[in-house]
């Protein structure tokens, strides 16, 4: 399968599978996406959420790659991006001034995984497998002087 091409119909039916077990409760989800409505999603349990302006993340997706990182949010009326992160995130991501990491229990209001809603859409998908992005690679990522320097390697 070439870097362009999509993901399988049974990845991405994963990817909603994985979304709506992070729900409190799913029903709700899919009533609320029926109606192309937002889910809401606590943070906390299965992730932590870190905001940061669309732009940037764009450059930080192409600098983390793709079989790296976990699923991206956005709101692009807004131009603002989520980053799901591991729920034990602890300090990793403090010095970094271009992101704000959301605290647990804060909502993130997600569409389906396949089409976007009211302006936002998963710029990468949930796939299934539960991966989340590595706080220090988003970190450095995000530089220059936004986080930790890492090298080039660590970036695969």
Request: hydrophobic content about 40%; aromatic content about 8%; overall charge neutral.
């Amino acid at each position: 399968m070439s870097k362009t091409a999509q993901p399988a119909p049974y990845a991405r039916q994963a990817g909603t599978d994985w979304l709506l077990s992070c729900a409190d409760t799913p029903a709700e989800i899919r009533t609320r996406w029926d109606a192309d409505q937002l889910g809401e999603f606590p943070s906390g349990g299965h992730w932590r959420a870190a905001e940061a302006a669309l732009a940037h993340s764009m450059d930080a997706i192409k600098r983390i790659g793709l079989s790296r990182q976990g699923p991206v949010l956005a709101d692009v009326s807004q131009g603002i991006a989520w980053w799901l992160l591991p729920p034990t995130l602890g300090d990793e991501l403090d010095d970094v001034r271009t992101i704000t990491i959301r605290p647990r229990g804060w909502v993130l209001r997600c569409p389906p995984v396949l089409y976007p809603v009211r302006g936002r859409v998963w710029i990468e998908r949930p796939d299934g497998s539960g991966r989340l992005t590595d706080p220090v690679l988003l970190g450095a990522a995000l530089g220059p002087g936004g986080g930790p320097r890492l090298s080039a390697e660590a970036f695969g």
